[in-house]
């Protein structure tokens, strides 16, 4: 009987001290500590658990501190200010924008949509294949497939030449890539690779860090000049590894100009803190640009060990900053309260808001989530399309016909909170307008979600996405 009591109050003491830390982490929504709450006193050892694996942003002491290293070693970077190449109503979003990475919009660029996903690796080849100096990259997932293989291809050719190629990929995204022959052979090829956020043995890993803090970004970087920035992973559109939802549609821009030193400096921060090799020697400051008031751009770049809600606070600040029209394109749609609210004021002040979702999306639950949120949002007047094409990847919005967010952030708790996101602010009427374009392309291939529609789901898929939906302050 003794040793019942003892277990039940070390239960009780173990429950409680984790409610206890709950309750004092920094950082938490109401909704999610009040969710955890429940979860813990509810299903006490289930409930510490998942805590425990998914309840706080950690990303471990070491990699912590290999990230302070990593930023004390980058150099100072001294872009251009705000005052006279972003319009004046826009010089907010800049400050924000700085406040996040440090970088302020710089002119001088030019910048190109690519028409789709070939077309973009092509595009990434043939900058590769004229590299002189370097060639950095960074994927969230790399595929072993047709488009994969061929940047493989190119980067050996480059490093057969004695341009020095350094290749980073997330640990659990690019897994089959980095468990294959390909990668051994970059190896070989002279080829830097690294595998970054590496979880090692997870049973272990979870009393240091959260395992599933991912680096979801896409950077390519070509000798401080080119660079790309989007949603595409390195893959082809079919996607084998998910293929009944292909084609991934996805969208990329090409900018050459003063901005590449941005994403160069975004890149060496991640390469810098999970490689011992120190890049400051490549981070010259950029020479001035001939026009320093053509296509401003600013890097934001996002994670756990940035600033508490920085992409969300980007997002929002996006929405206010729109005067008649904004076109949001995101495959993942799971917001907390404030970005919900702040997407349906928008509507409710008068501006032309529209949002675009895949029709049929790869996470089910995602899909279950975002859905739970149509009839506040079709009743503040947003409009909501779902495209029917494939799988819609692209990361974009649209603000005015004048400027434009790329990258690979999407709207939901994961970009938000947790993952290493990168993504451009462009102050430029032509280039957004020719992303514009692509939305409304985007809209054509799309059904129409209607209140009506909404109104007639039946009882249990209401309770089924509202269900799943409260569980995302969970995670």
């Not at 302020?104 to 080849?125: C, E, F, K, Q, Y």
């Not at 997330?170 to 690294?194: C, F, Y």
């Amino acid at each position: 009987m003794s040793s019942v009591l003892n277990f039940s109050l070390i239960s009780l003491v173990v429950t409680l001290a984790v409610m206890a830390r709950i309750l004092l982490r920094p950082n938490r929504v109401p909704a999610s500590r009040v969710a955890w709450l429940v979860v813990v006193s509810a299903l006490p050892v289930f409930g510490i658990v998942a805590y425990l694996l998914l309840g706080e942003v950690n990303i471990g002491r070491r990699r912590a501190a290999r990230v302070r290293e990593a930023l004390a070693l980058m150099p100072v970077y001294e872009g251009g200010g705000t005052e006279e190449i972003v319009p004046e109503r826009y010089r907010n979003l800049c400050q924000l924008g700085h406040s996040v990475s440090g970088f302020w919009p710089v002119g001088g660029n030019t910048g190109r949509l690519l028409p789709d996903s070939n077309a973009t690796i092509d595009a990434m080849v043939a900058d590769i294949d004229a590299a002189k100096l370097h060639v950095h990259l960074l994927f969230y997932i790399w595929l072993a497939d047709n488009n994969g293989c061929k940047m493989i291809e190119a980067l050996k050719r480059a490093a057969a030449r004695g341009v020095t190629c350094r290749v980073m990929v997330d640990d659990v995204g690019s897994r089959a890539l980095t468990r294959s022959q390909h990668w051994a052979a970059m190896r070989e090829a002279g080829i830097k690779v690294k595998s970054g956020l590496a979880i090692g043995n997870p049973l272990l890993r979870i009393f240091t860090s959260r395992i599933d803090l991912r680096n979801h970004r896409k950077i390519v970087v070509i000798d401080g000049t080119i660079t790309y920035c989007g949603s595409q992973n390195c893959a082809d559109p079919e996607f084998r590894v998910k293929a009944r939802y292909a084609p991934w549609v996805d969208a990329m821009v090409r900018f050459e100009g003063p901005i590449a030193y941005q994403n160069q400096l975004l890149f060496a921060g991640d390469w810098m803190a999970g490689v011992k090799e120190d890049l400051s020697n490549l981070l010259g400051q950029p020479a001035a640009p001939a026009d320093s008031t053509a296509m401003p751009a600013q890097v934001i770049g996002t994670g756990p060990t940035v600033r508490y809600s920085a992409m969300q606070e980007v997002f929002q600040s996006l929405l206010f900053a729109a005067r008649r029209e904004i076109v949001i394109t995101t495959p993942y749609y799971v917001p907390d309260d404030a970005l919900q609210s702040a997407l349906c004021a928008t509507a409710y002040r008068g501006v032309d808001t529209t949002i675009i979702f895949p029709a049929h999306n790869d996470s089910w639950i995602v899909g279950w989530a975002s859905r739970s949120y149509y009839a506040d949002l079709l009743a503040a007047g947003v409009k909501i399309h779902e495209y029917v094409g494939g799988l819609l990847h692209t990361k974009a919005l649209t603000v005015d016909g004048e400027i434009m967010l790329i990258g690979s952030a999407n709207m939901d708790r994961r970009s938000m909170e947790l993952n290493y996101e990168n993504n451009i602010l462009v102050y430029d009427r032509e280039l957004t307008e020719a992303m514009l374009a692509r939305q409304r392309d985007y809209i054509a291939k799309s059904r129409h979600v209607t209140r009506q529609q909404v109104e007639r789901w039946s009882l249990p898929r209401r309770l089924l996405n509202n269900t799943v939906a409260t569980l995302g302050p969970l995670f």
